[in-house]
């Protein structure tokens, strides 16, 4: 990385700050207020039902609670009786057990927490529970885990007396927050977002909606496909079948606290989403049945899994503003990994193949580097001798590029060209759960947590001084020369706690790089 590929990535963040304020809030506007609309017509529904016919009241028991331990074959799981929800999800990590839900809470999937639960049936793969919401009214809960992580939620009203009930309005609750493996768990709290899935009308693809702490009740079961929360490398949503749900809300609250600059200016509070499902009341006739069957998932963001899965799974994941890039490099990573069996060398195979694809344009930029180092003494004998004549200075240095054959824009425009890569495949690594616990060699044991020891940013860092040092050009100000100086220092120290598969791809990418630069100046030496 030079200083003309820092430029152009700063011209693409300006391109970027345009696009999204004269293209993507404008279209982001028009979204909410459909929405709105959705909303205050699913209220609407909502109020209907609920004058329509007395809405029964569900008396709390006063039972305590009790903790229901089950196995699935993903994780072991504590239920409350309290509305049947999953109190702890302790993941089975291929690294070290996560639990997933350490926060306190009604539960994940809890409905109806004033009524007490029991446990009435249990299966290898499933579990169920049974409460009563009135005499002969009952509602039976059942939850079914598959091997793949994709599983089922079956809610079943069941009134077996000779008048008609009406269930009550009720919520079905996540949160409040989701935890994360200890590597990213400094970054969690901004990681952590209430999501739905919306199919827009005239798009190929669903669109994923992240909530904002300011919104609540976004959207209407009519418009949403599933709902639920995630942060980088887990989701937790669920997915209604037969039923339409009614409509979401979220709401921030504390989770835990953290330390403030290592606990020098005391602690900060860390909030995470909650988000609750409503469903409105529904009427069950005399002697009748009512089931709600659903889908849910709760597990890692694994790319591989979800494109075996239904319900566009995948759409959770970031891959960026390049999302089709991002998307072909994670299959040529997977790719490279199936050949070699280890995703360090894959990711330098992917990095070597990216550099000879663009091969052309980085030899191109670094010429024209080259060239213009070359000619910077006489650039600055122009600027001294015509500093308060631009008009004949720009003239003058027209006449200098023509005469040593210089384009002054392909020193940037190949950069421009390669940014839009660098960062989809960028995006790519960061989000690949396939990093996670992947070995590269000795002491890189996860390629998704930073290098324990620091060689990889270190020895980055010395590559990038070493670039910086070839092509600074002489005569410099001080201001220039400063930003050469320190440059490298400040990517070493940002880049201490990336994913070392990261650094790995920026390190391998600036050796390369280094090397066409040196065999660039070899002959452009040559000649003369």
Known sequence: MDRKFLLAALFFMLLLTGYNQFVVIPRMQKQQAAQQQALEQAQTEIQSAETASPVAKVKPSSAPEELIRFQSPTAQIIFSSKGAGIKTFLFKDKVEDVDLTPYKGVGYFATLPELDFEESKRTQDSITFVANLSSGVSLQKTYRFGEQGLNGLDMIFHNTTAQAFTIPAFDVNFGPGLSTVKSEINDNERESKAVYLIQEQGKKNPTLVKFTPKDTSPASGKDWIWAGVQNRYFLSVL?????????????????????????????????????????????????????????????????????????????????????????????????????????????????????????????????????????????????????????????????????????????????????????????????????????????????????????????????MYLQQRATMPAGMDATQAAMFKYMPLIFTLLFMNFPSGLVLYWLTNSLITFGIQTLVNKKLAKAD
């Open 239 to 463: 997915i209604p079948q037969n039923w339409t749900a009614g409509t979401l809300s979220t709401r921030k609250e504390k989770v835990t606290t953290r330390k403030r600059l290592w606990g020098l200016m005391g602690q900060a509070q860390v909030e995470g989403p909650q988000l609750s499902i409503h469903v409105p009341p529904q009427t069950l006739e005399a002697k009748s049945t009512k089931e709600l069957k659903s889908d849910f998932y709760f597990g890692p963001k694994d790319y591989q899994l979800f494109e075996t899965l239904p319900y566009h799974l995948s759409r959770s994941i970031e891959f960026g503003f390049f999302g089709a890039l991002g998307r072909l490099a994670r299959n040529i990573l997977e790719l490279f990994y199936r050949w070699t069996g280890n995703y360090g060398v894959a990711i330098i195979m992917l990095t070597i193949l990216l550099q000879t694809f663009l091969f052309k344009f980085t030899q191109l930029s670094l010429k024209s580097s080259a060239q213009m180092k070359k000619v910077q003494p006489e650039m600055k004998r122009l600027q001294e001798k015509y500093k308060g004549n631009p008009e004949v200075l720009n003239r003058e240095m027209m006449a200098l590029y023509q005469k040593h054959h210089i384009n002054p824009l392909m020193g940037c425009l190949p950069m421009l060209i390669q940014l839009p890569i660098f960062l989809a495949l960028f995006n790519a690594l960061r989000t690949s759960w396939s990093l996670h616990g992947a070995k590269f060699i000795w002491w890189i044991t996860d390629l998704s947590s930073k290098d324990p020891y620091y060689i990889l940013p270190i020895l980055m860092g010395a590559v």
